[in-house]
Protein backbone atom coordinates (compact mmCIF):
# COMPACT_ATOMS: atom_id res chain seq x y z
CA UNK A 1 0.00 0.00 0.00
CA UNK A 2 1.33 3.65 -1.16
CA UNK A 3 2.09 5.50 1.81
CA UNK A 4 -0.08 9.06 2.19
CA UNK A 5 1.17 12.14 1.16
CA UNK A 6 1.33 14.80 3.52
CA UNK A 7 0.91 18.59 2.48
CA UNK A 8 1.30 21.68 3.88
CA UNK A 9 -0.18 25.05 3.24
CA UNK A 10 0.00 27.98 4.96
CA UNK A 11 -2.96 27.80 7.56
CA UNK A 12 -3.64 24.26 7.53
CA UNK A 13 -2.69 20.50 6.90
CA UNK A 14 -3.63 18.05 4.93
CA UNK A 15 -3.52 14.30 4.93
CA UNK A 16 -4.25 11.95 2.26
CA UNK A 17 -6.24 8.93 3.58
CA UNK A 18 -5.81 5.67 1.12
CA UNK A 19 -8.07 2.83 3.13
CA UNK A 20 -11.30 3.54 2.73
CA UNK A 21 -13.63 0.42 3.25
CA UNK A 22 -16.38 0.66 0.16
CA UNK A 23 -19.08 -1.71 -1.67
CA UNK A 24 -18.85 -2.77 -5.10
CA UNK A 25 -21.02 -4.67 -7.87
CA UNK A 26 -24.55 -6.33 -7.07
CA UNK A 27 -22.82 -7.81 -3.69
CA UNK A 28 -20.92 -5.50 -2.05
CA UNK A 29 -17.78 -6.35 -0.06
CA UNK A 30 -15.14 -4.60 1.89
CA UNK A 31 -11.79 -3.56 0.75
CA UNK A 32 -8.85 -1.08 0.57
CA UNK A 33 -9.81 1.54 -2.07
CA UNK A 34 -6.65 2.91 -3.39
CA UNK A 35 -7.01 6.16 -4.94
CA UNK A 36 -9.10 8.38 -2.49
CA UNK A 37 -8.45 11.99 -1.97
CA UNK A 38 -10.17 12.34 1.36
CA UNK A 39 -8.27 15.26 2.39
CA UNK A 40 -8.97 16.37 6.58
CA UNK A 41 -8.66 19.59 7.71
CA UNK A 42 -6.67 20.97 10.59
CA UNK A 43 -7.97 24.53 10.07
CA UNK A 44 -11.55 25.25 11.95
CA UNK A 45 -14.30 25.39 9.13
CA UNK A 46 -14.69 29.41 9.15
CA UNK A 47 -10.34 29.42 8.29
CA UNK A 48 -11.24 26.10 5.42
CA UNK A 49 -13.99 28.34 4.12
CA UNK A 50 -11.72 31.61 3.54
CA UNK A 51 -9.10 28.86 2.01
CA UNK A 52 -11.23 27.75 -0.56
CA UNK A 53 -14.25 30.29 -0.96
CA UNK A 54 -16.20 28.67 0.98
CA UNK A 55 -18.43 29.33 3.79
CA UNK A 56 -20.60 32.07 4.88
CA UNK A 57 -17.85 34.88 5.19
CA UNK A 58 -16.93 34.30 1.49
CA UNK A 59 -18.67 36.50 -1.15
CA UNK A 60 -21.25 34.74 -3.00
CA UNK A 61 -20.46 33.10 -6.19
CA UNK A 62 -21.60 32.79 -9.80
CA UNK A 63 -22.33 29.99 -10.83
CA UNK A 64 -19.63 28.26 -13.18
CA UNK A 65 -20.08 25.42 -12.86
CA UNK A 66 -20.55 22.78 -15.84
CA UNK A 67 -23.71 22.05 -17.62
CA UNK A 68 -25.30 19.06 -19.21
CA UNK A 69 -25.16 19.66 -23.10
CA UNK A 70 -28.67 17.81 -23.61
CA UNK A 71 -30.46 17.39 -20.46
CA UNK A 72 -32.45 14.71 -19.73
CA UNK A 73 -36.48 15.03 -20.71
CA UNK A 74 -39.42 12.79 -21.02
CA UNK A 75 -39.15 10.54 -23.78
CA UNK A 76 -35.23 10.18 -24.04
CA UNK A 77 -32.87 7.70 -21.96
CA UNK A 78 -31.24 8.43 -18.71
CA UNK A 79 -27.86 7.89 -19.34
CA UNK A 80 -26.53 7.47 -16.17
CA UNK A 81 -23.61 7.14 -13.36
CA UNK A 82 -23.79 5.59 -10.16
CA UNK A 83 -22.14 7.31 -7.93
CA UNK A 84 -21.30 5.10 -4.74
CA UNK A 85 -20.62 7.44 -1.45
CA UNK A 86 -19.68 6.15 1.66
CA UNK A 87 -18.89 8.98 4.02
CA UNK A 88 -16.33 9.89 5.93
CA UNK A 89 -17.61 11.85 9.12
CA UNK A 90 -14.01 13.48 9.19
CA UNK A 91 -14.89 15.82 6.14
CA UNK A 92 -16.21 19.12 6.83
CA UNK A 93 -19.00 19.84 4.59
CA UNK A 94 -16.65 22.81 2.93
CA UNK A 95 -14.49 20.39 1.88
CA UNK A 96 -17.06 17.66 0.76
CA UNK A 97 -18.42 20.28 -1.33
CA UNK A 98 -15.08 20.40 -3.32
CA UNK A 99 -16.07 16.56 -3.78
CA UNK A 100 -19.12 17.12 -4.85
CA UNK A 101 -18.20 19.85 -7.45
CA UNK A 102 -15.59 17.34 -8.69
CA UNK A 103 -17.71 14.28 -8.98
CA UNK A 104 -20.30 16.34 -10.55
CA UNK A 105 -17.79 17.95 -13.28
CA UNK A 106 -16.39 14.29 -13.93
CA UNK A 107 -19.97 13.17 -14.42
CA UNK A 108 -21.04 16.06 -16.62
CA UNK A 109 -17.89 15.14 -18.60
CA UNK A 110 -19.47 11.61 -19.37
CA UNK A 111 -22.24 13.21 -21.64
CA UNK A 112 -24.55 11.73 -18.50
CA UNK A 113 -28.03 13.46 -18.20
CA UNK A 114 -28.95 11.83 -15.07
CA UNK A 115 -26.92 10.76 -11.48
CA UNK A 116 -27.46 8.40 -8.69
CA UNK A 117 -26.14 8.85 -5.62
CA UNK A 118 -26.17 5.02 -4.11
CA UNK A 119 -25.26 4.84 -0.39
CA UNK A 120 -24.87 2.61 2.34
CA UNK A 121 -27.34 1.82 5.84
CA UNK A 122 -26.15 -1.01 7.82
CA UNK A 123 -27.72 -4.34 9.57
CA UNK A 124 -26.66 -6.54 12.14
CA UNK A 125 -27.04 -10.53 10.76
CA UNK A 126 -29.46 -11.71 8.54
CA UNK A 127 -32.11 -12.81 11.00
CA UNK A 128 -31.49 -9.00 12.32
CA UNK A 129 -35.35 -6.77 12.63
CA UNK A 130 -33.42 -3.37 12.15
CA UNK A 131 -31.54 -1.13 10.00
CA UNK A 132 -29.59 1.85 10.83
CA UNK A 133 -27.24 4.57 9.36
CA UNK A 134 -24.16 4.84 11.03
CA UNK A 135 -21.41 7.60 10.50
CA UNK A 136 -20.13 6.06 7.09
CA UNK A 137 -23.75 6.86 5.65
CA UNK A 138 -24.06 10.10 4.34
CA UNK A 139 -26.74 12.48 5.87
CA UNK A 140 -29.46 14.16 4.29
CA UNK A 141 -27.81 17.09 4.72
CA UNK A 142 -24.67 15.94 2.91
CA UNK A 143 -26.58 14.11 -0.07
CA UNK A 144 -28.00 17.88 -0.38
CA UNK A 145 -25.06 19.34 -1.25
CA UNK A 146 -24.62 16.75 -4.38
CA UNK A 147 -28.46 16.80 -5.50
CA UNK A 148 -28.38 20.71 -5.33
CA UNK A 149 -24.69 20.27 -7.61
CA UNK A 150 -26.30 17.80 -9.54
CA UNK A 151 -29.25 19.84 -10.42
CA UNK A 152 -27.20 23.29 -10.95
CA UNK A 153 -25.63 21.24 -13.75
CA UNK A 154 -28.54 19.65 -15.39
CA UNK A 155 -28.58 16.84 -14.15
CA UNK A 156 -32.06 14.29 -12.96
CA UNK A 157 -31.02 12.48 -9.78
CA UNK A 158 -32.25 9.57 -8.02
CA UNK A 159 -31.28 8.61 -4.42
CA UNK A 160 -30.79 5.09 -3.98
CA UNK A 161 -29.93 3.53 -0.38
CA UNK A 162 -28.28 0.05 -0.33
CA UNK A 163 -27.82 -2.13 2.76
CA UNK A 164 -24.12 -2.73 3.35
CA UNK A 165 -23.30 -6.34 3.19
CA UNK A 166 -20.18 -6.78 5.30
CA UNK A 167 -21.42 -8.68 8.15
CA UNK A 168 -22.67 -11.13 5.96
CA UNK A 169 -19.39 -12.55 4.72
CA UNK A 170 -20.54 -13.84 1.87
CA UNK A 171 -17.35 -15.29 0.71
CA UNK A 172 -17.60 -17.55 3.19
CA UNK A 173 -21.95 -17.88 4.16
CA UNK A 174 -23.33 -17.12 0.80
CA UNK A 175 -25.33 -14.91 2.36
CA UNK A 176 -26.33 -11.56 1.21
CA UNK A 177 -29.00 -8.60 1.81
CA UNK A 178 -30.86 -10.92 -0.77
CA UNK A 179 -31.55 -13.74 1.47
CA UNK A 180 -32.09 -11.88 4.51
CA UNK A 181 -34.94 -13.42 6.79
CA UNK A 182 -36.11 -11.10 9.57
CA UNK A 183 -37.53 -12.95 12.19
CA UNK A 184 -40.21 -10.22 13.01
CA UNK A 185 -40.98 -8.44 9.59
CA UNK A 186 -43.17 -6.22 10.76
CA UNK A 187 -40.09 -4.44 13.26
CA UNK A 188 -37.90 -4.71 9.86
CA UNK A 189 -40.04 -2.93 7.73
CA UNK A 190 -40.88 -0.41 10.36
CA UNK A 191 -37.38 0.02 11.05
CA UNK A 192 -36.62 0.40 7.75
CA UNK A 193 -39.91 3.12 7.32
CA UNK A 194 -38.06 5.04 10.02
CA UNK A 195 -34.89 4.88 8.31
CA UNK A 196 -36.12 6.13 5.05
CA UNK A 197 -38.17 8.68 6.39
CA UNK A 198 -35.49 12.21 6.28
CA UNK A 199 -33.73 10.79 3.01
CA UNK A 200 -37.70 11.38 1.76
CA UNK A 201 -38.04 14.70 2.64
CA UNK A 202 -34.77 15.84 1.52
CA UNK A 203 -35.66 14.08 -1.66
CA UNK A 204 -39.08 15.92 -2.05
CA UNK A 205 -37.19 19.43 -0.64
CA UNK A 206 -34.49 19.21 -3.33
CA UNK A 207 -36.31 18.37 -6.40
CA UNK A 208 -34.76 14.93 -6.92
CA UNK A 209 -37.03 12.89 -9.51
CA UNK A 210 -36.64 9.11 -8.20
CA UNK A 211 -36.52 7.36 -5.09
CA UNK A 212 -35.64 3.71 -4.83
CA UNK A 213 -37.81 1.98 -2.05
CA UNK A 214 -35.49 -0.96 -2.00
CA UNK A 215 -32.69 -2.32 -3.72
CA UNK A 216 -32.32 -6.59 -4.38
CA UNK A 217 -34.21 -7.79 -1.70
CA UNK A 218 -34.93 -11.19 -3.32
CA UNK A 219 -36.60 -13.04 -0.05
CA UNK A 220 -38.68 -9.88 0.90
CA UNK A 221 -40.24 -9.54 -2.57
CA UNK A 222 -43.82 -10.50 -2.38
CA UNK A 223 -43.81 -9.36 0.88
CA UNK A 224 -47.48 -7.43 1.97
CA UNK A 225 -46.03 -4.86 3.40
CA UNK A 226 -44.85 -3.15 0.57
CA UNK A 227 -48.31 -1.12 -0.25
CA UNK A 228 -47.51 -0.36 3.31
CA UNK A 229 -44.23 0.93 3.12
CA UNK A 230 -44.90 2.62 -0.19
CA UNK A 231 -48.41 4.12 0.30
CA UNK A 232 -46.13 6.29 3.51
CA UNK A 233 -43.67 7.25 1.34
CA UNK A 234 -45.21 8.83 -1.38
CA UNK A 235 -46.69 11.09 1.81
CA UNK A 236 -43.18 12.73 1.95
CA UNK A 237 -42.05 12.02 -1.56
CA UNK A 238 -44.27 12.93 -4.70
CA UNK A 239 -41.76 11.76 -7.22
CA UNK A 240 -41.04 8.18 -8.92
CA UNK A 241 -40.53 5.70 -6.17
CA UNK A 242 -38.61 2.28 -7.59
CA UNK A 243 -37.51 -1.10 -6.60
CA UNK A 244 -34.24 -2.52 -7.95
CA UNK A 245 -34.00 -6.01 -8.54
CA UNK A 246 -31.09 -8.27 -8.89
CA UNK A 247 -30.42 -9.78 -12.49
CA UNK A 248 -31.58 -13.15 -11.12
CA UNK A 249 -34.67 -12.62 -10.08
CA UNK A 250 -35.46 -9.82 -12.84
CA UNK A 251 -35.12 -12.25 -15.41
CA UNK A 252 -37.89 -15.10 -14.23
CA UNK A 253 -40.76 -12.29 -14.80
CA UNK A 254 -42.64 -9.20 -13.30
CA UNK A 255 -41.07 -8.11 -9.53
CA UNK A 256 -43.77 -8.46 -6.85
CA UNK A 257 -43.03 -4.78 -5.42
CA UNK A 258 -46.10 -2.34 -5.71
CA UNK A 259 -43.36 0.49 -6.81
CA UNK A 260 -44.17 2.75 -9.76
CA UNK A 261 -41.66 0.89 -11.74
CA UNK A 262 -38.76 -1.87 -11.54
CA UNK A 263 -35.08 -1.54 -12.82
CA UNK A 264 -32.72 -4.53 -12.37
CA UNK A 265 -28.70 -4.41 -11.48
CA UNK A 266 -27.70 -6.39 -14.73
CA UNK A 267 -25.06 -8.54 -14.47
CA UNK A 268 -26.13 -11.31 -16.70
CA UNK A 269 -23.23 -13.51 -17.51
CA UNK A 270 -21.54 -14.41 -21.02
CA UNK A 271 -20.51 -17.64 -20.26
CA UNK A 272 -18.97 -18.79 -23.59
CA UNK A 273 -17.28 -15.51 -24.42
CA UNK A 274 -13.32 -15.04 -24.05
CA UNK A 275 -11.50 -12.16 -23.72
CA UNK A 276 -11.34 -11.44 -27.07
CA UNK A 277 -14.77 -11.65 -28.00
CA UNK A 278 -16.01 -9.04 -30.44
CA UNK A 279 -18.73 -6.50 -29.58
CA UNK A 280 -21.22 -8.70 -31.46
CA UNK A 281 -21.04 -11.80 -29.41
CA UNK A 282 -21.69 -9.87 -26.12
CA UNK A 283 -24.51 -8.10 -27.32
CA UNK A 284 -25.87 -11.61 -28.56
CA UNK A 285 -25.57 -12.69 -24.65
CA UNK A 286 -27.36 -9.35 -23.88
CA UNK A 287 -30.37 -9.74 -25.94
CA UNK A 288 -30.35 -13.30 -24.88
CA UNK A 289 -31.02 -12.25 -21.01
CA UNK A 290 -33.43 -9.31 -22.26
CA UNK A 291 -35.01 -11.60 -24.16
CA UNK A 292 -36.33 -13.28 -21.01
CA UNK A 293 -38.55 -11.11 -20.63
CA UNK A 294 -39.48 -10.59 -24.18
CA UNK A 295 -38.73 -9.84 -27.45
CA UNK A 296 -38.03 -6.68 -29.79
CA UNK A 297 -37.79 -2.47 -27.62
CA UNK A 298 -38.12 -2.72 -24.23
CA UNK A 299 -38.37 1.30 -23.53
CA UNK A 300 -40.00 0.09 -20.06
CA UNK A 301 -36.32 -1.68 -18.44
CA UNK A 302 -33.81 0.42 -16.94
CA UNK A 303 -30.91 -1.00 -16.03
CA UNK A 304 -29.85 0.37 -12.63
CA UNK A 305 -26.32 -1.16 -12.65
CA UNK A 306 -23.64 -1.68 -15.06
CA UNK A 307 -20.22 -2.94 -14.26
CA UNK A 308 -17.68 -5.49 -14.87
CA UNK A 309 -14.33 -5.91 -13.80
CA UNK A 310 -11.39 -4.87 -16.06
CA UNK A 311 -9.72 -8.29 -15.74
CA UNK A 312 -9.78 -11.11 -17.45
CA UNK A 313 -12.01 -14.47 -17.62
CA UNK A 314 -14.84 -10.90 -16.35
CA UNK A 315 -17.33 -12.00 -19.27
CA UNK A 316 -18.34 -15.26 -17.46
CA UNK A 317 -19.16 -13.70 -13.90
CA UNK A 318 -19.36 -10.01 -14.70
CA UNK A 319 -20.76 -9.13 -10.89
CA UNK A 320 -17.36 -11.34 -9.33
CA UNK A 321 -15.52 -8.28 -8.17
CA UNK A 322 -14.04 -9.96 -5.20
CA UNK A 323 -11.98 -12.46 -7.48
CA UNK A 324 -9.11 -11.07 -8.84
CA UNK A 325 -7.27 -11.82 -12.02
CA UNK A 326 -4.60 -10.60 -14.99
CA UNK A 327 -5.84 -6.78 -15.63
CA UNK A 328 -7.44 -6.62 -18.61
CA UNK A 329 -8.89 -2.98 -19.23
CA UNK A 330 -11.07 -3.98 -22.67
CA UNK A 331 -12.87 -6.16 -21.29
CA UNK A 332 -15.00 -3.69 -19.29
CA UNK A 333 -14.79 -1.35 -22.56
CA UNK A 334 -16.03 -3.74 -24.90
CA UNK A 335 -18.49 -4.79 -22.56
CA UNK A 336 -20.03 -0.90 -21.85
CA UNK A 337 -20.20 -0.81 -25.58
CA UNK A 338 -22.05 -4.04 -25.88
CA UNK A 339 -24.41 -3.10 -23.75
CA UNK A 340 -24.84 0.56 -24.75
CA UNK A 341 -25.57 -0.48 -28.51
CA UNK A 342 -28.07 -3.15 -27.01
CA UNK A 343 -29.78 -0.70 -24.78
CA UNK A 344 -29.99 1.72 -28.24
CA UNK A 345 -31.16 -0.81 -30.64
CA UNK A 346 -34.46 -1.83 -27.43
CA UNK A 347 -35.21 1.50 -26.42
CA UNK A 348 -34.43 0.82 -23.40
CA UNK A 349 -35.61 3.03 -20.54
CA UNK A 350 -32.38 4.22 -19.20
CA UNK A 351 -28.88 2.44 -18.51
CA UNK A 352 -26.90 3.73 -15.53
CA UNK A 353 -22.86 2.46 -14.87
CA UNK A 354 -20.69 1.05 -12.37
CA UNK A 355 -19.29 1.93 -10.25
CA UNK A 356 -17.98 5.52 -9.19
CA UNK A 357 -16.50 6.15 -5.80
CA UNK A 358 -17.56 9.32 -4.30
CA UNK A 359 -14.27 9.68 -2.55
CA UNK A 360 -11.81 9.20 -5.05
CA UNK A 361 -10.16 11.94 -7.55
CA UNK A 362 -12.03 10.46 -10.85
CA UNK A 363 -8.89 12.43 -13.01
CA UNK A 364 -6.18 10.34 -11.30
CA UNK A 365 -4.83 7.29 -13.54
CA UNK A 366 -5.13 3.58 -12.28
CA UNK A 367 -2.55 1.34 -11.39
CA UNK A 368 -2.29 -2.52 -10.47
CA UNK A 369 -4.11 -1.76 -7.14
CA UNK A 370 -7.16 -0.02 -8.49
CA UNK A 371 -10.00 -1.79 -7.96
CA UNK A 372 -11.13 -3.44 -11.18
CA UNK A 373 -14.68 -2.58 -11.16
CA UNK A 374 -13.48 1.36 -11.12
CA UNK A 375 -14.01 2.79 -14.60
CA UNK A 376 -12.70 5.85 -13.64
CA UNK A 377 -8.86 6.84 -14.86
CA UNK A 378 -9.65 3.82 -17.72
CA UNK A 379 -9.35 5.62 -21.08
CA UNK A 380 -11.05 2.94 -23.29
CA UNK A 381 -13.92 2.80 -20.63
CA UNK A 382 -14.49 6.29 -20.03
CA UNK A 383 -14.59 6.63 -23.98
CA UNK A 384 -17.23 3.97 -24.73
CA UNK A 385 -19.27 5.61 -21.53
CA UNK A 386 -18.76 9.65 -23.53
CA UNK A 387 -19.47 7.58 -27.17
CA UNK A 388 -22.64 5.63 -25.48
CA UNK A 389 -24.30 8.81 -24.16
CA UNK A 390 -23.78 10.66 -26.94
CA UNK A 391 -26.42 9.00 -28.73
CA UNK A 392 -30.04 9.21 -28.04
CA UNK A 393 -33.38 8.05 -29.37
CA UNK A 394 -37.46 8.62 -28.68
CA UNK A 395 -39.20 6.56 -26.09
CA UNK A 396 -43.29 5.74 -26.28
CA UNK A 397 -44.52 8.56 -23.78
CA UNK A 398 -45.07 7.73 -20.44
CA UNK A 399 -43.10 4.87 -19.82
CA UNK A 400 -42.22 3.85 -16.74
CA UNK A 401 -39.05 0.86 -15.79
CA UNK A 402 -40.88 -2.49 -15.74
Known sequence: MKRPAIFILPTVVVAVTVAVPVVWGDHPLKFVHQRPTAVHWAGSATEQGRVWGFGKDAPPAEDTGPKVARPWAEGSPEWGVQVYWLDDPADPDNFVQGKVDRIVKYVVGL??????????????????????????????????????????????????????????????????????????????????????????????????????????????EGDPRWPGLIDQARKAFHGELVYDANFDNWSKGPIAVPADGTGVDAYPPARSAGDDAPVADLKASWNAWLDKRGSGPQPTTKLTEVGIPAQKGAYKTPGEYYKKTELNEVVQATWFTAVCQVAQERKLRGLYFWSLYFGIDPNLPTNQDTPRMDYAGRPASERAIRDCFAQTYELPPSQAPG
Open 111 to 220: NANSLSVTFPYYTTGTRSNAVAARPTTPTPERLALLLDAAHRAGLRTTIRPIMDEDVFDYLNTLKWRGNIAPTDRDAWFASYAAFLAPYLKTAQEHSVAEVTIGTEFNSL
